[in-house]
């Protein structure tokens, strides 16, 4: 159901759209910093609040947040290839499953590319720099 | 009905971002997180990787829940396009238009991907094959070697102050001006 939702919004936002990310990178409008932006400001909120307060989850758990590896090299490597493929294909993972549904249906063979990309990362990994 | 109306319009960057946090805290409050591409994980898993790699000897099984969020994104997807537009069209700016045409893409922004690119038929053309293709392992390779992508780095790690993330997001926007400014000109024109 959630996910749902963000197939919804993905589409109606045009976050799924190759131009919209052609044109982010070029720096020609504010509506992808805008969308991302805005995600981050309350997200920063609802994180925060998350911690301050000790909110539960629906298991009656406290909610808790994994911090992310401390591992830098491989943060700035790796977010540089994901980079240059976003841009490529204008598609993140998410973006390529909702994209399928939109009935672009030639994103299978993108998902595909991008399952054997992190499979040859999970081959490759023990000779990479983390 | 106004709010069908208004729903089926291009929705605004100001309602989007605020509903994604919201997709976020919805996802954590059923006790999961936010974070798309460790479903090409559980996918290679599933598709037998464990044998060849550890990296894919992991319990997929307990992050079930995630394989299902994408099964509703692509229906999302579906329900979006059918049902709540009554337009393809992308405003992109004028700017964009120009550079576009002048790299040959026919009709900037009059649907949501460039159709000469991205269709089945358009793989006749050797270099749109090698586009997704690459582009695709790109993605996938990087968002593991980063540790996440736009979702899981961008959103739900910088949300949490989280410096990796901040440096991975520092990264998507080396290679996507890379990519944009200096390898699609060429590669479009080719």
Known sequence: MTGLIFGIILTK??????????????????????????AVFFGVIITLSIKRFGLKSINGEIIALKPKDRLFK?????????????AMTGACPGPMFVLVGNGASVFLLVIASAMFGTFLYGILRKYLPH | MELVEWIRQPWPW?????????????LLYFGNKFGVSSNLR??????GAGKVSSFFRFDWKADIWNLIFVVGALMGGFIAREYLSFSDAVEISENTKLELEALGIENPG??????????????STPKYGVMLVIGGILVGFGTRYAGGCTSG???????????PSLIAVIGFFIGGVIMTHFILPYLLTF
Do not use: D, K
């Not at chain 1, 491989?74 to 976003?86: I, K, R």
């Not at chain 2, 009059?110 to 793989?123: D, G, M, T």
């Not at chain 2, 780095?153 to 410096?163: C, M, V, Y």
């Open chain 2, 14 to 26: 100001y309602v989007a971002g605020p509903m994604l946090s919201g997709v976020m805290f919805l």
């Open chain 2, 42 to 47: 559980s996918l290679c898993s599933i598709a």
């Open chain 2, 110 to 123: 009059a649907s949501y991907l460039p159709s000469s690119i991205f269709s089945w038929e358009a793989l």
């Open chain 1, 74 to 86: 491989s943060a700035l490597f790796g977010g540089t290839l994901f980079g240059l493929g976003w």
């Open chain 2, 153 to 163: 780095h961008a959103i739900s790690g910088l949300s949490n102050l989280q410096l």
């Open chain 1, 13 to 38: 936002s045009e976050v799924i759209s190759w131009f919209r990310i052609y044109e982010m990178f070029r720096f020609e409008s504010f509506h992808m910093y805008g969308v991302i932006g805005s």
